[in-house]
């Protein structure tokens, strides 16, 4: 009981550091990880073994992946490659089904870039379908927001699913397959209620001057611009069939060619090096430390830095026997799968990102997969999923993507709140029911 009560206290710290205090996640998750150890009794030499181990054993495994995943995100959207995918996919679709078409190229365009930089490149492409298929700009803009939302959370090579995956040793090309099947299945409740009940809202969209200017040159081909993302995610993908226990694909040299270039850091360098390819002229400055490579770095260490100072929590938590202590009322795995929703769900409502909830979910969570009954491989991809889905709600005020939407939407905060707030609770809920019926039958 007092290690329970520890652990809410370490919690507690997190959460009022980063929302009341404005301290940054790392520092708030290794500082509560460090306090958790000592309150707990822990001895001082398991303490640093559970930092070195925590933080190295985390950073090994997936930091390079954060970095190639932000990286492929920063030159499909610094040469226009991002917006030539929507294009394509709006022509796919078609203008008529505009609130289709923005949530599938929301939901396309947030597997490599993040959700606010998603949002901000295609808010003009939502304002002028709007206003040309006289459709209500509030129903565009939570569609937009809802597609990047969905795969935010339950797709990678987005930092938290990846982030997540590594400190649940999860199959990353499983989390891939079955995040695609249960993210496209959320979209589906989430569409009608934007076409039911958001389209309702009065939102008219006010144009600026300069979002009618081309501020990018030559854009690449649709091609060039997909391949970076479809290549990764199916080299990965198929390297974890070709992994299977039964050896569906057999054996040989190109297996072994398959399962080198399937794995996630060499497929997702092979996407880098695709991206390379889609600037009109190559000039050596963009992989300067000045370029978008120095840019991708600024943005991804941040993230590596939390993904390790989680690690170091969950090493802490593993380490002082937490799993042991509620073995005994968690025993029953029928429900176990709800217990990482519950977290992420809590934590990214309380303090609004969702990588900080998936990683600090993950953090605790790991120690306690056998104690839950998933500690499978199959049920490991679905504790990642399970938590992606609670990262999912409620985003509102305290989430930095809450505020680009209404701001640069013009919605009220009372609108936001009733039409992505309430969105992202039934994508949420929609995804983790998804998950539990799909563990009933695997």
Known sequence: MLTLLIILVALAFILIAITKFDIHPFLALFVGAIGYGLLSGMSPDLILKSITDGFGGVLGSIGLLILLGVM?????????????????????????????????????????????????????????????????????????????????????????????????????GMVIFWGLIISLTTLIPSYFFVKKFVVKIPLEPVFAASETEEKIGKHPSAIKSFLPIVIPLLLIVLASIANYPTKPLGEGAVITVIL?????????????????????????????????????LKIAAPVILITGAGGVFGKMLQNSGIADLV????????????????????LKTAQGSSTVAMITTASI?????????????????????????????????????????????????????????????????????MIYLITLFI
């Open 72 to 172: 492929i995100g920063t030159f499909l959207e610094k040469t226009g490659g991002a917006l030539v995918i929507a294009q394509k996919i709006l022509s796919w679709i078609g203008e008529k089904s505009v609130m289709l078409a923005m949530m599938i190229c929301g939901y396309i365009l947030s597997i490599p870039v993040f959700g606010d930089s998603t949002f901000i490149m295609m808010n003009p492409i939502s304002k002028s379908l709007s206003f040309k298929g006289k459709v209500p700009y509030a129903a565009t803009t939570v569609a937009l927001t809802l597609g990047a939302t969905a795969s935010h959370s339950l797709v990678p090579p987005t930092p938290g699913p990846i982030a997540t995956a590594g400190i649940l040793n999860a199959d990353l």
């Open 260 to 296: 080198f270039i399937g794995s996630p850091v060499i497929a997702l360098l092979l996407g880098a090096f695709l991206s390379f390819a889609l600037p009109e002229k190559f000039d050596k400055q963009v992989l300067s430390s000045t370029g978008w490579i120095g840019e991708a």
């Open 327 to 346: 073995s005994t009322g968690l025993s029953g795995a029928s429900w176990g799968i709800f217990l990482p929703f519950l977290i992420a769900f809590s």
């Open 365 to 433: 969570i790991a120690p306690l997969l056998g104690t839950l009954g998933l500690d499978t491989e199959q049920m490991r991809v679905f504790a990642v999923l399970a938590t992606g889905a609670g990262a999912i709600a409620i985003s509102h005020a305290n989430d930095s993507f809450f505020w680009a939407m209404t701001q640069l939407s013009g919605m009220t905060i009372k609108q936001g709140n009733q039409s992505h707030s309430l969105g992202t609770f039934i994508m949420s809920f929609t995804a983790i029911m």
